[in-house]
């Protein structure tokens, strides 16, 4: 029988988000296993792992805040916006300071515009971005598109070594916005070039890196893997009690909800078992999935 629930993993470096679902899928005999959100294979940290009829989660989680620690390496550009790619060293401007870095760091906080990196999963045409540029076709920047930060903090600035600075950055951000893309930006922002060096996710939505378990261990565990419940992918929402409106819920109508604040929520039977996924406007809860869990 095919496990139920969420599995908060720290993801190895070198491994993709789609070979650790494999890994699991197997280790567990589960067959339907997925993701909350890809990391690329060089970071590491929190990836929220599904099982089950949990999968219906993966999207939506996959679309919540995210929190990030980032080393950015300034003093060389790279073709790839991180360390996998080709450097190129570039001078650092004369003076630069913690001051400096913070004041630039400020302007990338809140609703900005942000050029996603050539080498991203980004379809142009049908096609994704990374696989023209290896094809020699994708020499035209990807068009900037909207992503909100809400913190860009430095945490220290540790000395180069061979190389340059490295700024290590707390940020707190949307979905869709790219950490390398801030590391390149960050570069220029300064004067110089830079690129993202070490990245470990640290939260996605209500899931954090205290949450996670090693891989090793998830696999060790095998079929006995002990799940987080749907409620901690929501925890921190609202929690609307539908008992006398289950059957308009069940079939995709708002129902009453008195007292509870706007915002994303979910509604549960008298049990406690989470029945939708929404958001509550106007005294009302709307959903928006489904998932009985």
Same mark, same amino acid.
């Given at each position: ?70 080393? +950015? ?24 300071? %913690? ?12 609703? +900005?515009? %942000? *050029?996603?990196? &050539? ?8 096609? !994704? ?13 990807? @068009?900037?598109?909207?992503? !909100? ?6 945490? *220290? ?13 707390? +940020? =707190? ?67 609307? !009690? &539908?008992?006398?409106?289950?059957? =308009?819920?069940? %079939?995709?109508?708002?129902? &009453?909800? @008195? ?9 549960? =039977? ?10 509550? *406007? ?12």
């Amino acid at each position: 029988m095919d496990l139920v629930g969420v599995l908060c993993v720290d993801k190895p470096a070198g491994m993709t988000s789609a070979a650790v679902v494999g890994t699991l899928r197997r280790s567990s005999g589960t067959r339907r296993v997925g993701h909350g959100g890809t990391l690329d294979p060089a970071a590491t940290g929190v990836l929220p792992v599904f099982f089950g009829r949990a999968t219906v989660l993966a999207d939506h989680l996959s679309a919540q805040g995210k929190s990030y620690r980032a080393g +950015i390496r300034l003093g060389a550009g790279s073709t790839t916006d991180d360390a996998e790619g080709e450097l190129t060293p570039a001078a650092l401007p004369v003076g630069l300071t %913690q001051d400096t870095v913070v004041g630039a760091l400020a302007g990338f906080v809140g609703d +900005i515009m %942000q *050029r996603p990196p &050539a080498y991203s999963a980004l379809k142009v045409d049908g096609v !994704r971005s990374y696989r023209r540029v290896r094809r020699g076709e994708g020499d035209a920047p990807l @068009p900037p598109r909207p992503a !909100r930060v809400d913190r860009a903090e430095l945490v *220290r600035v540790e000395a180069g070594g061979d190389g340059g600075p490295l700024a290590v950055v707390d +940020i =707190d951000c949307g979905p869709g916005f790219y950490v390398r893309a801030l590391a390149r930006d960050l570069g220029e922002a300064l004067g110089t070039r830079a690129h993202l060096e070490s990245l470990v996710r640290t939260r996605v939505g209500a899931l954090a890196l205290d949450d996670a378990v090693s891989l090793d261990a998830a696999v060790a565990a095998g079929e006995d893997l002990a799940l987080l419940p749907v409620r901690d992918v929501v925890r921190g929402w609202a929690a609307v !009690r &539908a008992e006398d409106g289950v059957e =308009d819920l069940l %079939q995709g109508r708002a129902v &009453a909800a @008195p007292g509870a604040p706007d915002g994303p929520s979910y509604a549960q =039977d008298g049990a406690g078992r989470v029945l939708a996924i929404g958001e509550v *406007r106007d005294g009302s809860f709307h959903p928006r999935r489904l998932v009985e869990l």
